[in-house]
């Protein structure tokens, strides 16, 4: 699948995913560097992948999702980037996210390769949406054309509703 980063056409690697898909695990790390595997987490889930969260779209994107995350109790949200878990620590607890899982795939890149989000010229992750019901089934999928534009936050929170 192809993309743009900051108007450059970028090939992202890794396998693209679409609705209907089950997503069998990931793995990433936890901002205290313990484990993390999406198969520890029960029930519907919305990923949101970020390049940086220490990026303006970046850092308003995942505010936004921490504010609307109350509105959606039995959803879980995860935030996936490749920041440093040091880092998203002191960013969330400098921005008060308190709704919002954030975990860092910058070990294993596992993230990256299963929802083909890598952009490799740049060693990020493109900007995407990822809606999973409670068996990891694609309900939802936006890669964002334009990593560095906002995704569409109306229609992934319209997709959560269903």
């Known amino acids: ?23 069998v695990d990931f793995t990433a790390v936890h901002n205290d560097l313990s484990p993390f595997k999406l198969s520890d987490i029960k029930g519907k889930k919305l990923i949101v992948a970020v390049p940086s969260i220490d990026t303006s779209v970046c850092d308003a994107e995942v505010r936004r999702f921490n504010e609307e995350a109350v509105k959606f109790p039995n959803v879980t949200v995860i935030t996936v980037s490749m920041d440093l878990p040091f880092a998203q620590k002191r960013w969330c607890g ?7 899982i954030t975990v860092s795939d910058f070990k294993d890149r596992s993230f990256a390769h299963t929802f083909g989000t890598y952009l490799p010229n740049v060693g990020l992750i493109a900007r995407s949406i990822f809606i999973l019901d409670e068996h990891n089934t694609v309900k939802y999928v936006e890669y964002v054309k334009e990593v560095t534009n906002h ?11 269903e």
């Open 1 to 23: 699948m192809k993309v743009t980063f900051a108007g450059n056409e970028v090939n992202l690697v890794g396998t693209e995913i679409h609705v209907g898909d089950t997503i």
């Open 151 to 161: 995704p569409d936050y109306e229609a992934a929170l319209a997709a959560l509703k």
């Open 94 to 100: 400098a921005h008060g996210i308190e709704n919002v």
